[in-house]
């Protein structure tokens, strides 16, 4: 199995989450269509368009997040 360098981790955080996040939310959009039979063509459309959008914003705000996450938790 070949592993991704450490160093590139948050990218593959990023395709990952956007990935999944796009992939849920186009999932329950699409769900009216489920009656129509045309379910699937449309969660695959609405699914690759919103990962297109979705991926660059979560790997230029998971570092933001992540700083404002560290200033406001502290640990015990």
């Known amino acids: 199995m070949t592993l991704i360098p450490a160093r590139h981790s948050h990218l593959t955080f990023g395709v ?3 990935g ?3 992939g849920v939310s186009s999932a329950v959009a699409s769900v009216p269509f489920w009656q129509e039979r045309s379910f699937l063509l449309h969660w695959l459309s ?3 368009l919103s990962w297109l959008i979705m991926l ?3 790997i230029l705000a998971a570092p933001i997040i992540r700083a404002f996450v560290q200033r ?3 640990t015990y």
Do not use: D
């Open 16 to 18: 990952i989450q956007s």
């Open 20 to 22: 999944l996040t796009s």
């Open 46 to 48: 609405a699914w690759s």
């Open 56 to 58: 660059p914003i979560v």
């Open 72 to 74: 406001i938790t502290r």
